[in-house]
């Protein structure tokens, strides 16, 4: 039983100017029985989810992804994979945290809650299958870093907790390595990782319908598995699509530009800055903000490629520029004030200082000057962040256009105004106090 526990979408440059179609085809060549959605499923407007899933023909899972006016699941709630002596039945459930992180495409479609949701189709596929398991993008935070959204949200580790009769969670979201499933009130939870790193794999002896012995492990995808020379060559095709345009020199740095992601989501970086002041180098706003997991690799010292940009900025999102007043900013600045490091809704800022300390933004000044909290500024962000991504809620519904350019291509443009890029600052715009020793 081979089971995807979602976010396909955005990833390599390659695959997100094809909309991820040939992932989706490997994985149809593969053998997938399911997978369940993913948020980055919602990165791009519905007609690509519908697309792909014509690509896959396998099922998309998706119990508490539903119609909001009636109600009913988009798309298949559960399956049954008959064995013959035996059934097993999969639920799928997404994460309740895709109003926050990904609402641009839900339009009239939602996700409920989590836990609700199954126990609804619990009893149903309970009916029909001798085991259940639960493939679920909901993330694992047993552990502690639990992230602070403005959406209550349902975790692996809850439902094992909470509802009874489920014998496997396979899970995914939280990019957690189980290099062992772990039991959670004899539920067995298991996640692999993140990036296609390893693939998890659980052994079940079933007798008389029932799981008598398991046994979990977590295995590399390394070099040293061939590859098949089929799915090669296809992917291979898929690959020179375009490939010309993204090794197109755009401009050089003598410096490491730095986007990893325990960086961006904590501190500032040269990256950062970097692309915040190019925001406003193509706008013209007075301040820009970016979140910090819309960065998502750092550019080496030499060439930068068109290819390198996308890898940093791989999700296509378009500038969007806001009329602000200087109160609706320090709403903004305050909630970012809130954000624990290691989450993607950490603020970087250009054209802003201020200075972070309880839980507040103190000293905040725009081009130099106080804000004026009455007076209205020109602000540009991603529209992602625009229409309340990552808890940016304050956002949503203020006054503004959509500039239709893309956050990559304005990026390539400031880096080919610049140059070469000797040195790039990494000073902090947003000074949190309460580290200053």
């Not at 900025?313 to 007043?325: H, I, K, S």
Request: aromatic share 8%; hydrophobic share 40%.
């Amino acid at each position: 039983l081979f089971l995807h526990a979602g976010d396909v979408n955005t990833g390599i440059p390659e695959s997100d100017q094809l909309d991820a179609v040939p992932d989706f085809l490997a994985l149809h060549y593969m053998g997938l029985d399911a997978m369940v959605l993913g948020n980055h499923e919602f990165d791009k407007p519905f007609e690509v989810l519908e697309k792909q899933y014509e690509v896959a023909q396998f099922p998309f899972l998706g119990a508490n992804f539903v119609d909001e006016k009636h109600g009913g699941p988009i798309f298949e709630p559960y399956i049954i994979k008959d064995y013959g002596d035996f059934s097993v039945g999969i639920i799928g459930l997404v994460t309740e945290q895709t109003k926050v992180l990904e609402p641009i495409y839900l339009g009239e479609n939602t996700i409920v809650d989590a836990e609700e949701t199954l126990k609804k189709y619990l009893p149903i596929v309970q009916e029909k299958a001798d085991v259940v398991i639960v493939l679920a993008h909901l993330g694992y935070h047993a552990d502690g870093g639990r992230p602070n959204l403005s959406v209550e949200f349902t975790t692996s580790d809850e439902l094992a907790e909470n509802v009874p009769g489920v014998d496997i969670i396979i899970d995914g979201h939280s990019h957690t390595l189980l290099e062992t499933p772990v039991v959670i009130n004899n539920v067995i939870v298991a996640q692999a990782g993140e990036n296609a790193e390893n693939i998890g794999r659980i052994d079940l002896w079933i007798d008389d319908g029932r799981i008598v012995d398991w046994r979990g492990e977590v295995i590399p995808l390394t070099s040293d598995i061939p590859e098949d020379p089929f799915i090669k060559m296809f992917t291979d095709a898929f690959y020179q699509l375009g490939s010309e345009a993204l090794n197109e020199v755009v401009g050089v740095t003598k410096v490491y530009l730095d986007g990893e992601r325990a960086h961006v989501r904590s501190d500032e970086t040269n990256l950062s800055n970097l692309i915040a002041d190019g925001m406003i180098w193509k706008t013209g706003a007075d301040v820009a903000l970016m979140n910090g997991g819309g960065i998502r690799a750092s550019i080496e010292a030499g060439d930068i490629t068109y290819r390198d940009i996308l890898t940093v900025l791989p999700f296509g999102n378009t500038l969007y520029v806001l009329e602000l007043t200087g109160k609706d900013i320090m709403d903004v600045l305050n909630y970012a004030a809130t954000i624990p490091d290691g989450q993607g809704a950490k603020l970087h800022v250009a054209g802003l200082t201020a200075e972070i300390k309880g839980g507040k933004a103190t000293n905040v000044k725009i081009n130099g000057k106080p804000i004026d909290l009455n007076k209205t500024y020109k602000v540009v962000t991603n529209n992602y962040v625009a229409a309340g991504g990552d808890g940016y809620t304050m956002l949503e519904g203020k006054p503004g256009y959509d500039t239709y350019f893309r956050d990559a291509d304005a990026l390539r443009e400031y880096i080919a105004h610049l140059g070469t890029i000797e040195n790039y600052t990494s000073q902090e715009r947003l000074i949190e106090l309460d580290q200053v020793k």
